[in-house]
């Protein structure tokens, strides 16, 4: 239901999926006056989309799903278990870029990740209002610092000149957000501006992670879309997995658990183990453009240490 992208080939025909983008930055890009005076009433479509989203998080809470607890008291997991799921979270790709589309097919792929610091972004369509954008950029802003202790990597957000960007936008937004993406990430390539002002509504949030052109597999930029539709617990929840995801774990899979990174929606918000997957992530141990089973006896070694011993 939630849409998550390897890093994006933007100018090469190539298998591989790696993005490419200049290394200049991206302008500083800021809504005009009148979008933050007033929020304009949404379409007949957007609000369709606002009472969808609403019975599908009643849905799922009743169903027991969306959990906020973690799974600590009913997943526990060993140091064999935890590495075998990162290698199967952090090395392969959910989707593929075939014939110009983004194509659900899990395939290998190879460690990424950012070595700049992060600087998360919020950016606001017109349809969001102003209480709404200050709760979401405390969200984020704590968020970030969770993210950071995790990765030990340096990761906050920032007003201006961010690298990583989430953008809230509701269907009447999306429609037209091609520019403000190419504004933002002048290499993004026409694949991912048709994705993002198409994505269905069955596609609850997304994330597009970008690498330089002739780089190392290291990402420079990264855009998450956040729908301003999804009620309280969605829209969290789609922050949580997708800058997570943004960050270098691309993958999902119905045999981790206790994650966020599986379709089955069980849990909300980024678990205890999806933060030992960002501490494996970023352990300089492992070296960007890893691929899978590679150096198992060093993920190995870094999962019992970080459950405290062979299991």
């Excluded at 950029?137 to 950071?148: D, E, G, K, N």
């Excluded at 597999?217 to 829209?235: F, G, K, M, N, Q």
């Amino acid at each position: 239901m939630r849409l998550r992208l390897p890093d994006l080939m933007t100018c090469a025909a190539a298998l591989a999926l790696s993005g490419c983008i200049a290394s200049t930055p991206a302008p500083e890009v800021s809504p005009r006056p009148e979008q933050r005076a007033m929020a304009p009433a949404p379409s007949s479509e957007s609000a369709a989309f606002a009472r969808y989203y609403r019975s599908v998080e009643a849905r799922l809470v009743g169903d027991g799903l969306l959990r906020t607890d973690g799974g600590v008291t009913d997943a526990p997991f060993t140091a064999a278990m935890l590495a075998a799921n990162f290698e199967r979270i952090a090395l392969y790709d959910e989707y593929a870029l075939i014939g110009g589309r983004f194509v659900q097919q899990q395939t290998p792929s190879r460690l990424r990740r950012w070595e700049q610091p992060v600087r998360i972004q919020a950016h606001f369509g017109a349809s969001v209002s102003a209480d709404q954008r200050a709760e979401d950029r405390s969200i984020l802003s704590t968020y970030a610092t969770r993210l950071a202790r995790a990765t030990r990597h340096p990761i906050s957000t920032v007003s201006s000149g961010g690298n990583f960007h989430v953008l809230y936008l509701n269907r009447d937004d999306q429609l037209t957000a091609g520019d403000l993406v190419r504004r933002l990430v002048p290499g993004a390539g026409p694949e991912v501006i048709a994705e993002i002002e198409n994505l269905p509504r069955s596609t609850f949030c997304a994330v597009y992670a970008f690498s330089e052109t002739g780089g190392r597999p290291v990402y420079v930029a990264a855009i998450a879309i956040i729908r301003d539709e999804h009620p309280s617990l969605l829209r969290r929840s789609c922050v949580h997995e997708e800058v997570a995801q943004g960050l270098g774990l691309p993958n999902d899979s119905p045999s981790v658990r206790p994650t966020i990174f599986n379709d089955d929606e069980e849990f909300a918000l980024l678990t205890p183990h999806d933060e030992l997957l960002l501490r494996m992530l970023y352990d300089r141990r492992l070296q960007p453009g890893l691929r899978p089973g590679e150096d198992r006896a060093t993920i190995r070694q870094i999962a019992e240490e970080l459950i405290g011993g062979p299991s």
